[in-house]
């Protein structure tokens, strides 16, 4: 696991540097069922929202927020649309920070 996420970070840091961050992109597109998977997520996990998000509301995302064991952190923007948040140096530095915390 440290290993895949160490790759991560060393990896991130330069597609973030040219904002290619496809990764983002694709995670953001994916429907399923947050609340059942939730429950059985055991690590920890971030969770990235904004105010403004028009596809999903803060709102459900701190409700989804209480369904895991281990909550690292929810993070919520004002002004971020669904399918901006990969252009936010602030989104991507919250994504870096979690990876690395996960090093620790």
Known sequence: MSLCVEWLIKNLEKE????????IKILAKY???SYEYAKNIKE???IITSNDDEVISSELSKKLSNQFENLYKIV??????????YLYDSVQEEIKEYLESRLK
Request: proline share 0%; no cysteine; net charge neutral.
């Open 44 to 46: 920890d996990t971030l």
């Open 31 to 33: 429907k399923f069922d």
């Open 16 to 23: 973030l540097r040219y904002k290619n961050v496809w990764i």
């Open 76 to 85: 919520v923007f004002d002004g971020i649309k669904h399918d901006n948040y």
